[in-house]
């Protein structure tokens, strides 16, 4: 497996795109040209990003080791946060996904009474590549029933999970969203075989409505989840609020290919804290 510090370096070369900002509704507010230099010195001891963003100072950083806010997945993609929610602060992460030439990545913030504030979506590809860019996502590249493999790590370094996944997606008579999510058997990555574990099937089943690019799961109106669907084949799931004493998460989604696609969430438990990472890898069947 690799070190965490392989995985960051999966991302070296010079990123060309863009940074893009939505309000929490999905409408477009600005978008900026950018380029982003990962850059490995001293034999890729260190890494130097520089970010230059049209109309902004550029931004230049040097990274010797990685920071507990942030863990990487072994083909580069991560996701970056605060580590625990606080009472009266502002919270937000960033989620990266990562395919052959281009990088998707999504940064979702909240404000200091815990509401959805705004998404910025970075569409990057490596220079000198061709740029190819899906459409924006529509409902109907959704439905369907798409399986998939899942892989969830941790920031206290426990091995691995892996376990198959199902979601089917459809309309009911009256126009809702249907979604049933169902998570297979979990194999722990150990040193022995002896140490794997295994769980029973579990599915979960929730409604939502749907109005132009946004999906509301409003069935507890508690623990209201929207999902923003963006340009380049890409999706923000968000809850409107984020609230002490509930669990939660963040998740992005990239359409790569018309029946294939990548998703990524951020979980965090009833206490606020960031305790899982989990990259998901399916198809549409």
Request: net charge negative; with cysteine; proline share 4%.
């Amino acid at each position: 497996m690799k070190s965490q510090w392989e995985c960051f370096l999966q991302n070296l070369g010079v990123w060309e795109g863009s940074f893009t900002n939505f309000s929490p509704e999905g409408t477009l507010l600005k978008d900026v040209p950018s380029r982003l230099s990962l850059e490995g010195l001293n034999n890729n001891q260190t890494v130097r990003l520089t970010l230059c963003r049209s109309g902004r100072d550029d931004l230049v950083l040097e990274y010797s080791s990685l920071g507990r806010s942030i863990l990487f997945f072994e083909n580069g993609a991560f996701s970056e946060g605060l580590i625990q929610l606080g009472a009266f602060s502002e919270f937000g992460a960033e989620l990266a996904l990562i395919h052959e030439n281009r990088r998707l990545r999504l940064v979702q913030l909240f404000d200091k009474n815990g509401h959805l504030n705004g998404l910025t979506l970075i569409r990057e590809y490596l220079a000198g590549t061709p740029v190819t860019e899906r459409p924006p996502l529509q409902l109907d590249d959704l439905l369907g029933e798409w399986q998939g493999k899942a892989v969830t790590i941790y920031p206290d370094w426990r091995s691995p999970d892996t376990y198959s996944t199902t979601v089917q997606l459809q309309l009911d008579e009256v126009g809702r969203l249907i979604q049933s999510t169902s998570f297979g058997d979990v194999s722990r990555q150990a040193a022995s075989l002896r140490d794997a574990a295994r769980t029973r099937l579990r599915t979960i089943t929730s409604t939502a409505t749907i109005k132009d690019s946004l999906i509301l799961f409003d069935q507890d109106p508690q623990k209201q989840v929207q999902v923003l669907l963006l340009p380049d084949g890409a999706s923000a799931t968000s809850p409107l609020k984020v609230q002490l004493r509930q669990p939660l998460f963040l998740e992005v989604g990239w359409l790569i290919q018309p029946n294939r696609r990548q998703r990524m969430i951020r979980s965090y438990n009833d206490k606020g804290e960031w305790v899982s990472l989990t990259l998901v890898t399916e198809e549409r069947v």
